[in-house]
């Protein structure tokens, strides 16, 4: 498909064991963000990535949550020893856009992680 | 840091109009964006206004923006029961970085028959 793509669309885990949650971006975008959206909470960022550059992961929550985007495309976002408080909805996005112009972000479906 | 603020939940009758309201404490914001959820789906952009205008009018949605009070509402004439969603309000900061981009907490709209 065209849109952004996300994977697994639900994961239940249970607490400890490590997660990872994929993000294809649209062909040819150059910015990847992560967010999470809790129940009742806006989005919160997580991360971005734009080109080549270093990665901005001044919204990671912890270190056991990393994040890498291999070969300026696909993105994988790894939560390790995870804990029932990051159960959440984990969305990526992707735009065309550079660092000096926000423009359009385009969303994925999100990956559901609960848990247990 | 950048904060915006919605009310969570809006309940209208079918037909009337809807109005989110939204505030943001970013006075150097650049645009100003409404993004919309529907059950299940990730969050498409609605409609979006630069901040050095009023008003935006595209069919059905007025967005207004009050500068001075940094307050931005969003206007959906003749609800109709596929309106219903989570409604994001979200700014973008002068600074550049597109990783501002802060979102609301998002106001769940139900379109009652």
């Known amino acids: 498909g065209a849109g952004v793509s996300q994977s697994p669309s639900n994961k239940v885990t249970e607490k400890g064991k490590d997660v990872e949650l994929r993000c294809d971006p649209i062909s040819g975008h150059t910015a990847l963000y992560w967010y999470r959206q809790s129940l009742g909470q806006g989005l919160e960022f997580l991360i971005y990535f734009q080109g080549n550059s270093a990665p901005d992961k001044s919204g990671l929550p912890s270190d056991r949550f990393s994040a890498e985007r291999t070969g300026g495309s696909v993105s994988t976002l790894t939560i390790q020893r995870t804990q029932q408080e990051d159960s959440a909805v984990y969305l990526c996005?992707?735009?065309?856009?550079?660092?000096?112009?926000?423009?359009?972000?385009?969303f994925g479906e999100g990956s559901r992680l609960t848990v247990l | 840091g950048e904060d915006v603020e919605q009310s969570l939940f809006l309940s209208v009758r079918e037909g009337d109009s809807s109005v989110i309201n939204c505030t943001y404490t970013d006075s150097s914001s650049t645009y100003l964006y409404w993004y919309k959820q529907e059950p299940g789906a990730g969050l498409q952009l609605l409609t979006y206004?630069?901040?050095?205008?009023d008003m935006k009018q595209d069919q059905r949605l007025t967005v207004l923006l009050n500068k001075k009070d940094k307050h931005l509402s969003l206007r959906i004439a003749d609800t109709q029961t596929g309106d219903s969603a989570i409604y994001f309000c979200a700014e973008s900061s002068l600074s550049g970085s597109a990783r501002q981009l802060t979102f609301g907490s998002g106001t769940q709209l139900t379109v009652l028959p």
């Open positions: 206004i630069f901040s050095n205008m």
């Open positions: 996005a992707s735009s065309s856009r550079g660092l000096t112009n926000t423009g359009e972000l385009f």
